[in-house]
């Protein structure tokens, strides 16, 4: 069974933050905005949290393709950590591997090039993140990934 509202998806990137959103009944994941990654990128991820009325945040976790961690993912979990700590919504991370690489193709297909689409790559990645998991939950009739605890960290 699906749960009804919306998510909001988080790639988590060194210098940007692709945000993506889904519809009400989690069928479709659409681009929001690229949050500059600076002081200040916690408090507009809450701000989107709010305005966007959103029932959890996924959260990509970066993993090698061995699936050995990597200092991206140490990043994205103690960024995902930072957004539970807000205590607006739970936050879930899920394996994004290979979401950048298929947003780039996605972009590159369409006609853009890399200088072009660096301001939507992120966005694009999200979308990708967060229709992967919109599409388990739908397959599997559970949440995607795991809950972080505020509290206990990662």
Do not use: C, H, W, Y
């Amino acid at each position: 069974m699906m749960r009804t509202g919306n998510r909001l998806a988080i790639d988590v990137g060194t210098a940007r933050i692709g945000v993506a959103r889904s519809d009400r009944d989690g069928l479709l994941a659409t681009p929001v905005e690229t949050v500059p990654r600076e002081v200040g990128d916690l408090e507009r991820i809450a701000e989107l949290i709010e305005e966007l009325e959103a029932i959890e945040v996924i959260v990509g976790l970066p993993i090698a393709l061995s699936g050995r961690e990597t200092p991206s993912t140490k990043d994205a979990k103690a960024f995902a950590l930072g957004i539970a700590r807000l205590r607006r919504v739970p936050v879930r991370m899920v394996d994004e591997r290979l979401s950048t690489v298929s947003a780039q193709s996605a972009l590159r297909a369409a006609g853009r090039t890399v200088k072009s689409s660096r301001s939507v790559v992120d966005q694009v990645a999200a979308v990708i993140i967060l229709q992967s998991a919109l599409d388990f939950e739908r397959s599997a009739s559970n949440p995607p990934g795991v809950v972080v605890d505020p509290d206990e960290g990662l």
